[in-house]
C-alpha cells in the first residue's frame, strides 16, 4: 500500500449549536481514488471543504504531507477543487479559464501555453481554447473545471459531486472518464457523492458517512458484502436486514432457528444484526430449507426478477433470474458465507 | 403575446407627446433663428457656432473637469460602501442600503441649504473652529464645496448599481479563485471587480449624465460667479430668453453625453472580450 498523504484527526466542526462533524479520523493514501459517500447533510462536503481550506474545523487536526494545515488558507494549499457546479470564471474564455491557476503563479507564458493545451487534450477539450465558457454544454464545463483544477498539478483532486448536473448517460461516461484520468495523472482523488453506484464503481476506498459520523471505510466489495451496522446495509444496495443473536463464533440464531455463519469475534449470546443480499438467496422446495414462506409478489426488472417472500417473522426480498408465480410455497436457502454478522445500531433513524 | 401589443399603443402615444416632441422642438429651436413665426422659419447654425466662442467653451470644459472629478470621487467612495455592506448579513444589508437611499427622499434644494449652513463663513464647522482656536476656512463658492455637494448628490447613484452586480455574484467563484492560488488581493483584481464592471459603468454613466446637467448645486454652492452647462442653458430660457441658443447649448449637451455612453459601453465589451 502506498503512503498516507492526508490524516484527519479527531476532526469537528459547528455551525452555531449544530454539529455536522463529529470526530472524522480518517488515513487518506497518495494515488487512490476515495469516495465519500452518504445522504446529503452527513457532512461529506463539509469534511471536504475543511480539506480544500474553506472551512476551518472547529477542533482537529489536518495533516497534509506531515504537517498541519488546517489553519492554512486555501490559496496557499497544494489541493484543487473541482466544484458542484462548476463556478467557471463567466468573464473568461476555455484556455483563460484553465491557465488561471498558471497566470496567478507568474508562469512563463510559452509554459503556460503547453500546459493548458496539454489539459486540454486530457479532457477531450483539444480546439475549444477560444470558446466562451457560459455557452459549453453541462459535460464540456464539467471538463473545463477538471482541466483548470488539474492544470496546477496538485497533490489531491476534490470533487464536490462533480457528476450531480448531469444526465444519466453522460454521468456514466464521465464516471469512466474520471477514472482514467485518475489513473493518468496519478495523483490522490477525493471524490464527494450521495449516489453509492457511482462510488462503488468508481473508487479505491469508500468512506460512508452518516450524521458526521464515519460509519465504515474499505474497498467497494468490503463495504458491499461486509457491511459493518444497519445504515451501510440499507445505503449501500438493498438487503434484508434481520435481528438475531450471536450464539457463538460462527454461530447465529434468528427466525426461529440457528445457522451457520462465518463472523467471530462477538460476545456470546450478543444481540447483532444479520444482513442476507437478496440476490445471496436462493428459493428452494419448501422441505429443503428451514425457512418457509409464501411468494407474496413477483416484478420484472429487467436482468431478474424482485421477489417478496412472505415468512412467519418477516418478509424477504429475493432477486432471482427465475420465476415464481405467487402464492406458490416456498423454502428459502443462504449458505453459511450469504450471511453477514452486524453489530446492532445504538442509535435511533439509522437508516430503514 | 400578438394580442397584447395593441396594450403598447396608449404608452407610445404618451410618450411621443411629452419626450420625443419636445426633444423634436429642441433640435428645430437650435436650428432656427430667434422670433420665428410659426409658418415663417428662418434655420441657422448661428447658434452652434456661438458655442465655439472662448467663454462658453470655458464652460463645457470646467464642466466637464468637475463632472469627472466627482464621477470618480463618487466611484472610490461608492465602491468601497458598496463593497462593505454587502460584507453584512443581508438583514443589515437592506437597512444600509435603505440609509444610502435616504437622502434621496429629500429635495436636492433643501440637501443643499444643508451644505450651506455647514459650510458658510459662519456656518456649523467654521464656528467649531473658532472656538477650538483656528482659523476659519473659506469654503463657500470654491470647487470644494461644488464638488462636495454634487457627491453627496450623485453617490446613491453610484452604490446601488454597484451593491447590485457585488450582491448578486456567485460565491463559489471567489473560492475558485483561492482555490487556484489567488489570495484576497489577486481575487478582488481578477474577479471580484471584473464581475462588477457592468454595475460600475452604469453608476459612471448615471452619475456623469447628472453632475454635467446639474445646475442647483453649482448655483448655491458655487455663487453667482460659478457657471456651469447646466446654468448656461438655464439662463438663456429663464433668464435671457434665447430659447434658440439654450436649445443649441442642450443638443451639444446631449450629444455629448451619448458619445461618452456609446463609448463606456465599447469599453465595456472590449474588457470582456480582451481577456
Redesign the interface.
Given at each position: 500500500m502506498s503512503e498516507v498523504l492526508i490524516e484527519l484527526k479527531g476532526l469537528s466542526k459547528n455551525f452555531g449549536d449544530q454539529q455536522v462533524l463529529k470526530g472524522i479520523d480518517l488515513n487518506i493514501r497518495e494515488n487512490e481514488f476515495l469516495t465519500l459517500l452518504g445522504p446529503s447533510g452527513c457532512g461529506k462536503t463539509t469534511t471536504l471543504r475543511i480539506i480544500?481550506?474553506?472551512e476551518e474545523p472547529s477542533h482537529g487536526e489536518v495533516i497534509f504531507d506531515g504537517v498541519d494545515i488546517a489553519k492554512i488558507?486555501?490559496?496557499?494549499r497544494e489541493?484543487?477543487?473541482v466544484?458542484q457546479?462548476y463556478?467557471?470564471?463567466?468573464?473568461?474564455?476555455v484556455y483563460?479559464n484553465v491557465a488561471?491557476?498558471l497566470k496567478?503563479?507568474k508562469m512563463d507564458k510559452k509554459l503556460i501555453e503547453h500546459k493548458v493545451k496539454r489539459m486540454l487534450k486530457l479532457v477531450g477539450l483539444e480546439g475549444f481554447d477560444k470558446r466562451d465558457v457560459t455557452k459549453l454544454s453541462g459535460g464540456q464545463q464539467q471538463r473545463v473545471a477538471i482541466a483548470?483544477?488539474l492544470v496546477?498539478e496538485p497533490k489531491v483532486l476534490l470533487l464536490d459531486e462533480p457528476l450531480g448536473a448531469l444526465d444519466a448517460k453522460l454521468r456514466k461516461e464521465m464516471q469512466i472518464e474520471l477514472k482514467k484520468i485518475q489513473k493518468e495523472v496519478g495523483i490522490t482523488f477525493i471524490f464527494v457523492t450521495h449516489d453509492q453506484e457511482e462510488a462503488l464503481s468508481m473508487s479505491d476506498t469508500v468512506v460512508v458517512m452518516h450524521e458526521g459520523v464515519i460509519q465504515q471505510v474499505g474497498t467497494p466489495e468490503d463495504i458491499y458484502n461486509e457491511p459493518e451496522n444497519r445504515f451501510v446495509a440499507s445505503f449501500i444496495g438493498e438487503s434484508n436486514i434481520i435481528e438475531a443473536t450471536m450464539i457463538k463464533d460462527c454461530l447465529v440464531s434468528f427466525d426461529d432457528y440457528e445457522f451457520e455463519c462465518v463472523d467471530k469475534g462477538f460476545k456470546n449470546n450478543e444481540a447483532v444484526e444479520v444482513v442476507i443480499r437478496p440476490e445471496d438467496i436462493d428459493i428452494v422446495k419448501p422441505k429443503e430449507a428451514k425457512i418457509k414462506g409464501k411468494v407474496s409478489s413477483i416484478i420484472f426488472k429487467g436482468v431478474h426478477h424482485e421477489i417478496v417472500v412472505e415468512t412467519k417473522h418477516r418478509d424477504y426480498l429475493i432477486h432471482t433470474t427465475d420465476y415464481f408465480k405467487p402464492g406458490l410455497e416456498v423454502g428459502l436457502k443462504f449458505g453459511p458465507d450469504d450471511i453477514h454478522v452486524m453489530y446492532r445500531m445504538d442509535w435511533e433513524n439509522g437508516g430503514n | 403575446m400578438k394580442h397584447f401589443r395593441k396594450m403598447i399603443w396608449p404608452y407610445m402615444i404618451w410618450a411621443g407627446i411629452i419626450v420625443v416632441l419636445p426633444l423634436l422642438m429642441i433640435i428645430l429651436y437650435s436650428v432656427t433663428k430667434g422670433g420665428n413665426e410659426l409658418l415663417n422659419i428662418q434655420f441657422t447654425f448661428e447658434n452652434f457656432k456661438r458655442m465655439t466662442e472662448p467663454i462658453y467653451v470655458d464652460v463645457f470644459v470646467k464642466s466637464f473637469k468637475l463632472g469627472i472629478i466627482s464621477v470618480i470621487i463618487c466611484l472610490l467612495a461608492g465602491y468601497t460602501l458598496a463593497y462593505l455592506i454587502t460584507s453584512f448579513s443581508e438583514k443589515v444589508q437592506s437597512v444600509l442600503i435603505l440609509v444610502v437611499t435616504i437622502p434621496m427622499w429629500i429635495n436636492t434644494l433643501l440637501r443643499t441649504y444643508a451644505w450651506i449652513s455647514l459650510l458658510s463663513d459662519n456656518g456649523l464647522i467654521n464656528t467649531v473652529l473658532v472656538k477650538l482656536g483656528f482659523e476659519p476656512i473659506n469654503m463657500m463658492y470654491t470647487d470644494f464645496a461644488v464638488v462636495l455637494g454634487l457627491v453627496s448628490d450623485l453617490l446613491p447613484f453610484m452604490v446601488i448599481p454597484i451593491y447590485t452586480s457585488l450582491s448578486k455574484m456567485d460565491h463559489s467563484l471567489i473560492e475558485a479563485a483561492h482555490d487556484l492560488g489567488a489570495n484576497r488581493f489577486k481575487t478582488f483584481w481578477r474577479v471580484t471587480f471584473k464581475l462588477s464592471i457592468p454595475g460600475v459603468l452604469n453608476g459612471v454613466i448615471m452619475t456623469f449624465l447628472l453632475s454635467i446637467s446639474t445646475f442647483v448645486i453649482p448655483k448655491l454652492l458655487g455663487g453667482g460667479q460659478y457657471t456651469l452647462i447646466g446654468n448656461l442653458i438655464e439662463n438663456q430660457f429663464i433668464s435671457i430668453g434665447d430659447w434658440n441658443f439654450g436649445s443649441a447649448i442642450s443638443v451639444i449637451l446631449a450629444f455629448i453625453i451619448l458619445m461618452s455612453i456609446t463609448f463606456m459601453k465599447k469599453i465595456d465589451k472590449d474588457e470582456i472580450e480582451e481577456e
Open positions: 480544500a481550506g474553506f488558507p486555501s490559496y496557499k489541493v484543487n477543487t466544484f457546479k463556478s467557471l470564471f463567466p468573464f473568461l474564455n483563460d488561471f491557476g496567478i503563479k483548470r483544477a496546477n | -
